[in-house]
């Protein structure tokens, strides 16, 4: 007996060229912040710590002559550059907080999220240190003391921010997409029968 060409024919499974849609970013974003808030408390925990137990520029060896505290305040970028134009490298860094806070808040992907909340919390830091410390606002300067082979001292702000970098690189090279995809669901509601004519 010929099927009733009216009635409903299965579902298929889901292709590949069916619509996906992301991982929703507000499962994402809060533990980004949160990420990022922490790198924050332990840079400027450390800096205190650092300014209350160090003296400036005596070096303390951690380990042999490789890695040294050695307090340091730089009104530059990295290795000085710039220090008499510590106002342009505040409004530049304040850019980069803006620009790198809209890039994070469109993440959905739990390794971008690592990598971007490493930058945020970073640059976030140092704009705080150059918005607040002295001698002034917009003006302040950058506490280092982790000294590196007597080549270059730096914080943990640096640490994640270069680590956030070189993970952004590695993630793009492996061709890991910030928004996480996620196949949509299909509606489990039947199929409606056609209303074909008899």
């Known amino acids: ?108 992907s739990a390794p971008w999220a690592l990598a971007g909340g490493a930058l945020l919390g970073g640059a976030i830091s140092h704009l705080g240190d150059r918005l607040f410390r002295e001698p002034g606002f917009a003006r302040g300067e950058i506490v280092d003391f982790i000294d590196y082979f007597g080549f270059f001292v730096g914080n943990v702000a640096d640490i994640a921010l270069v680590g956030g970098a070189i993970a952004i690189v590695l993630l793009s090279l492996l061709g890991v997409s910030p928004r996480r995809p996620v196949r949509r669901e299909q509606d489990p509601s039947p199929a409606a029968p056609s209303t074909g004519t008899h």
């Not at 009733?4 to 619509?19: G, M, N, R």
């Not at 507000?26 to 400027?44: E, G, H, K, M």
């Not at 990295?78 to 980069?96: Q, S």
């Open 1 to 108: 007996m010929p099927a009733d060409e009216s009635s409903p024919t299965p579902t298929s499974p889901a292709s590949a060229d069916e619509p996906i849609e992301t991982h929703p970013i507000r499962r994402v974003l809060p533990w980004t912040l949160v990420w990022a808030a922490s790198i924050i408390l332990f840079d400027q925990g450390t800096k205190y710590w650092a300014e209350a137990t160090l003296e400036r520029g005596v070096g303390v060896p951690v380990i042999g002559d490789w890695i040294e505290w050695r307090l340091v305040y730089n009104p530059g970028a990295a290795f000085g550059i710039g220090g008499d134009y510590t106002w342009i490298l505040a409004i530049v860094a304040a850019i980069a907080v803006v620009g790198i806070a809209i890039f994070v808040a469109r993440i959905s």
